[in-house]
């Protein structure tokens, strides 16, 4: 059984436990083997990181966009975090990952909206690389219902350690031309 909540604070420390927990809600449930094929599914998730390592390479072979792990990192994210096919299954590095793309999100959507507003706007850009799809397709609202379910359960807190996510720094990285959503780079 994986300690989310000790996970999150080492791992993904600018992000506030409750927003951490919607996310991997939505993403994974929880599963650290998870995988989400754009466009497809698979039969069955896979139950081992050996089975879930042999999948991913099966879906590169044959050409797949997918995410993976806790927080649903897509593969075309993987180089610009350090990550491999075997290492973004790990729960710190995948979480780790998660931080940097709504931490990137966040900023991006801070300079055009009030702090509240800028997080919805960072769960569509988590979900699909722009503020529209992932209201579009429902994401946002599936997070914000699992926050709130979460927050019911627990004393309320903020949604997002958002002066840490503003203060985080990030190196430029290349842009992709297209915009398929999962999390790609932009």
């Not at 072979?61 to 990192?73: M, R, T």
Request: charged share 15%.
């Amino acid at each position: 059984m994986i300690d989310l909540a000790a996970l999150v604070l080492t791992c993904a420390p600018l992000v506030a436990q409750d927003t951490a927990h919607a996310l991997i809600q939505v993403e994974s449930a929880g599963h650290p083997f998870a995988i989400g094929v754009v466009g497809g599914a698979l039969v069955r998730q896979p139950a081992t990181l050996a089975e879930a390592v042999a999948t991913a390479a099966a879906l590169d072979a044959a050409g797949w966009n997918y995410s993976v792990g806790l927080g649903q990192i897509n593969k075309r994210n993987f180089q610009r975090f350090g990550l491999t096919p075997a290492t973004a299954f790990a729960p710190c590095a995948n979480l780790a990952a998660l931080q940097g793309i709504l931490s990137e999100c966040f900023s991006r959507a801070r300079q055009r909206a009030p702090p509240q507003a800028a997080l919805r706007d960072a769960f569509s850009c988590y979900y699909s690389g722009n503020f529209a799809t992932g209201r579009q397709h429902g994401y946002v609202g599936k997070v914000l219902a699992a926050w709130s379910s979460r927050a019911q359960r627990a004393t309320a807190g903020p949604v997002l350690s958002h002066d840490n996510l503003a203060q985080a720094r990030f190196t430029p990285r290349s842009r992709s031309p297209t915009q398929e959503p999962r999390h790609e780079p932009r």
